[in-house]
């Protein structure tokens, strides 16, 4: 099992919240999205054979929630979005029903796609 990080959603997600959710939390997340836990939300036609899992964090520095894109039949968590709890547009509704959060999602699979094309992603053993 495989967590992909493309690099853009690194810069523009997860450097931010290093300090709050480490590499190793999220690796935990991605392996119990992959194992069929946390919710699924509703996806978006710009990535057909997958579905997107919605996962809580928790680390000594606060709450979070990650969403990760899976490809069904393979075993890889692309990390979409990842926020505190407490982010007052999106990390307190992570639904499609959110305008908000469904801006940033669609922007986040834009990004997602260029660089999963492009190969500017790491991968990490989970």
Do not use: W
């Not at 407490?86 to 997602?112: S, Y």
Request: charged letters at 30%.
């Amino acid at each position: 099992m495989k967590l992909v990080i493309p690099k853009s959603i690194n810069k523009i997600e997860f450097d931010f919240l290093r300090r709050v959710f480490s590499l190793e939390i999220v690796k935990i997340a991605a392996k119990k999205a992959l194992q069929g836990l946390g919710e699924n939300i509703k996806n978006s036609s710009k990535a057909p054979d997958t579905y997107l899992k919605k996962l809580y964090l928790t680390s000594s520095g606060g709450a979070g929630r990650a969403i990760f894109l899976l490809k069904i039949g393979a075993e890889k968590a692309v990390l979409v979005m990842i926020r505190l709890k407490n982010d007052k547009q999106i990390g307190a509704n992570m639904t499609v029903k959110n305008p908000e959060f469904k801006k940033v999602l669609e922007k986040n699979l834009d990004l997602i796609l260029r660089d999963l094309r492009s190969g500017n992603y790491e991968e990490y053993d989970v």
